[in-house]
């Protein structure tokens, strides 16, 4: 069961619910009782890396898109004469 937020219009605390996803959202504060309103907060999770998708669950043997080129290094002592 997913957590929701929920913020007080009349004490302005932020508390947190154990709802399940199709019951109805809560109405009232549960430090107050006044007006409470679902908010919208940040995920607990992120995505990093190379790419999760390829390096764990790609099947094996699958072909793949061509590896991208390098950019090209130039050096400086190396100019062409």
Known sequence: MPI???KCSKCGRVFECLQSVSASPRRKCIHCR???EKIVSQSSFQFK???WYIT???KKGAQSAAPAKPAEKTD???KAS
Do not use: L, W
């Open 4 to 6: 929701y937020e929920y």
């Open 34 to 36: 006044g007006q409470a």
């Open 49 to 51: 890396g190379s790419g």
């Open 56 to 58: 764990d669950y790609k």
């Open 76 to 78: 400086k002592n190396a």
